[in-house]
């Protein structure tokens, strides 16, 4: 009997370890790849979106669900929008179709759980939908490169535990892909230039916390994605940048948590925004105000500032770094009462969580400043200015530049607002995080908004000749 049990454990070794190299997909008898993604319970109801990651986009499908609609219910209406697409989601080469009546046999096994073609890493979910097993995103992405020992750092926070993360690399648009497999419960990952020639120049790195075994088909069914988090590392590994088009999770920008001085935020205070919405998909050299998404906070009632946060971690202390970010005050010049909006950053000393209260100015920060200014890049409000609808690029100067202490390596970066009319609207798209210590050639603000410019014309052009190829039925692409 000892013997026996053994034989099973060291069974089940081997085929996890067998399956390392395709985790979590299974050939079916039409011997195409699928991946395994047992949705499980019952829906809260909502928007469900379905994405697979590529370079700094995502392609998905998207579907409503009903409260305490069952997961096979939904796994079939997925399974019909990946067929609805035509392709659009995942393509499968030409001439290939995909069949509606048929959808079920290439989408969902017959136990009822989806199984999309493709690799797991490149998986994720999003929407408002906060059911069905469906873990919480990761938060706070950072990527920076140690040049000294020619590593790339990973830090990431997780708001909840997974059984595995999967960090997906993409560089030279693609030319360069790996896929690294690691414990759920970790937040931090080291990859070695010396082993594998990583361009950090141009590299786009996902990750994605998946609930449930995706190593193997036969030790367990599968794994469920949370919605993905991404960066992309560029100028020498100097500079770690938001720049991928990733459907939001419960509202919330990729990488971003929510903070208010009320104990309850209201969810309805944020929401997803669409900057193209007549594209289907996206160019790859994306730059902050060429997102695709970007995210709404709305006023909420009398004495409640809030907005979104994120941490950059593992900085190199005694290093000075330059927040960029887009932001804009939508409508708000029509505004007849108070309001004020701010892009605001500081150090976290111990790389404790920094406070509502001190995100909202009423309590100190670590650099001991107090108040509305305190953190502030860049303001706007009644009698202060506003953006006049129109997305603004906002940097830090010489005087809001951030140094580190030698004892310091992270950086809290937030939007606050401070709206009483729930009707009031700002806009952000995301961030970049600029180290310049030693850097002799740093861009000004005209520049970068020139840059920013030249890509959203480009984006709109494309938009432009998508909606004549759609009124002409011929898919066509516009002069590059």
Known sequence: MKNHKKFIRLFVVIVSVVFLFVPGEVKSAEGILKTRMPLKGKASGG?????????????????????????????????????????????????????????????IS???????????????????????????????????YDSENDKILLNWINPQKYDVIVIRLNWHHGDGIRREFIDGN???????????????????????????????????????????????????????????????????????????TEQEINSGAFEEGEKFGKLSYFKEDLTISSKPFYQVIKGSKAGNVHGIYRKFMGLAPGHTYRIIADLTTLDMNSAENDWSVSLCAAYNRGGDDLTAEQLAGRFALPNGKKGEKAGAIASFGKGKGNTQGKFAILSSDADTYITLPQDVNTITVWVRFDCKDPNGRVGFSGVKLE????????????????????????????????????AAKKPTEPNQ
Do not use: M
């Open 110 to 144: 017959d136990d009822n759980v989806l199984t999309p073609i493709g690799v797991v890493g490149d998986y994720f979910f999003a929407g408002t939908e906060e059911g069905l097993g469906i873990p919480r995103p990761p938060s706070s992405l950072s990527c920076s």
């Open 47 to 107: 928007k469900l979106v379905l994405g697979i990651a590529r370079g700094r986009n995502a392609r998905f499908v998207s579907v409503e669900t009903l409260p305490g609609e069952p997961a096979e219910h939904v796994a079939e209406k997925l399974a019909y929008a990946i067929a609805d697409s035509n392709g659009s989601f995942y393509y499968r080469g030409p001439g290939s179709k995909h069949d509606r009546k048929k959808s079920k046999r290439f989408y």
């Open 186 to 260: 970790q937040t931090f990952h080291i990859i070695d230039r010396k082993k594998i020639n990583i361009d950090v120049n141009d590299l786009n790195i996902w990750i994605v916390g998946l609930v449930g075994s995706p190593f193997s088909a036969i030790v367990d069914n599968g794994g469920i994605p949370a919605g993905g988090a991404a960066i992309h590392l560029s100028e020498e590994g100097r500079c770690q940048e938001e720049i991928h088009g990733i459907p939001f999770s419960s509202g919330i920008l990729p990488n971003w948590n929510k903070w208010g």
């Open 435 to 470: 180290d310049i210590t030693g850097n002799e050639n740093i861009k000004t603000l005209e520049q970068i908004q020139q840059e920013e410019n030249l890509q959203e014309a480009k984006l709109l052009k494309w938009e432009e000749a998508a909606l004549r190829a759609k």
